[in-house]
């Protein structure tokens, strides 16, 4: 799964990991971006770059409508119910600096027993765990995902440990 961007290092990670035979299966997700105009959606952007990195074309499940992180996630997973595709296990292909949000939205979204596992890129804004914090524009982005976490949060963690106490 790859949640939206406009930078290429997201979906060359996947190409890799898909020809290194950790995938069946891509997702791209997102709609338009005014950052690649050129493009009709993020799904586009990323789906067209693929298949030039020789990724098959009849492996690349679509999603081209999603705005934000959440309908991401909520997208993504209605078009794997839409072809009936089975999920035990996802690889979220997605921004260092945005991966702790990713994840925890992804798993919001989807059934508690599919297994997540991140494979976080840095891209060329060059936001890693080790260099964050040097620079203000960095700290600024890093910081704004902390408030997202908050915001998008806050409110479901209760519920998540209640399910999880229920054995839902």
């Not at 709609?31 to 799904?43: A, D, R, V």
Request: charged fraction near 25%; aromatic fraction near 12%.
């Amino acid at each position: 799964m790859i949640p939206g961007g406009s930078y290429p290092q997201q979906i060359e990670r996947a190409a890799e990991l898909y020809k290194g035979g950790y995938a069946k299966y891509l997702l791209p997700s997102g709609g338009f971006n005014p950052k690649i105009p050129e493009w009709k959606s993020e799904w586009e952007f990323f789906e067209n770059l693929a298949v030039k990195l020789g990724v098959p074309e009849n492996v690349i499940l679509k999603e081209d409508q999603a705005r934000n992180t959440f309908e991401n996630a909520g997208l993504s997973w209605r078009a794997l119910q839409s072809i009936n595709l089975s999920v035990e296990s996802v690889i979220l292909v997605c921004k260092s600096y945005h991966s702790r949000r990713a994840l925890l939205t992804y798993q919001s979204v989807f059934p508690l027993d599919v297994k997540f596992y991140v494979s976080p890129v840095i891209d060329k804004r060059g936001i890693s765990k080790e260099t964050w914090f040097l620079r203000n524009e960095h700290i600024s982005i890093v910081m704004g995902e902390v408030t997202k976490i908050g915001n998008y949060f806050e409110d479901k963690i209760s519920k998540w440990v209640a399910q999880i106490d229920d054995g839902d």
